[in-house]
């Protein structure tokens, strides 16, 4: 096995990884809110302490999944099986020139630090909480759960 497919392989690991915490994390934060609900009807199930405790668990598996997409990025590497660019069809064929992939990933890059900018603004403003608590509501009553 080379590099890439190793690096590429634990990305992909990491993600599974990632997801599988946070529906366990989430699960887990639900059954002990019914508990809390059952002794008090009007309690809520998703309190700031119980999303902060699972946080512990979530947040390495998450920084590590960042961590190695990070390094994969850096390095170049990527998957070739991945959809490629398609700017013209020419009987089948990609015609895309080397302009047009030089701004979609100057587009890309530009998204992504906005992204990366959005984030840390919303984590200092206080909303990143708020967000996570309507998500779980939403996710468990969606699904059924709540």
Do not use: H
């Not at 997801?19 to 019914?34: H, K, N, P, R």
């Not at 590590?64 to 064929?93: E, F, P």
């Not at 992939?101 to 100057?106: A, G, L, P, T």
């Amino acid at each position: 096995m080379n590099k890439k497919t190793v690096l590429l392989t634990i990305q992909a690991v990491l993600c599974a990884l990632t997801a599988a915490v946070l529906i366990g994390s989430d699960l887990s934060i639900y059954l002990t809110g019914l508990r809390a609900r059952a002794e008090n009807p009007m309690a809520n199930i998703y309190t700031v302490e119980a999303i902060t405790s699972k946080a512990v668990f979530v947040l390495p598996v998450f920084l590590a999944a960042i961590a190695v997409t990070i390094i994969n990025a850096v390095l170049g590497i990527r998957d070739d099986s991945q959809d490629k660019i398609v700017t013209g069809i020419d009987i089948g064929k990609n015609v895309a020139d080397e302009r047009t992939k030089e701004s979609v990933s100057r587009v890309r890059l530009v998204v992504l630090v906005l992204a990366i900018v959005f984030i840390v603004i919303g984590i200092f403003n206080g909303s990143m909480g708020d967000v996570f608590i309507k998500a779980s509501k939403i996710c468990t009553e969606c699904i059924g759960l709540g």
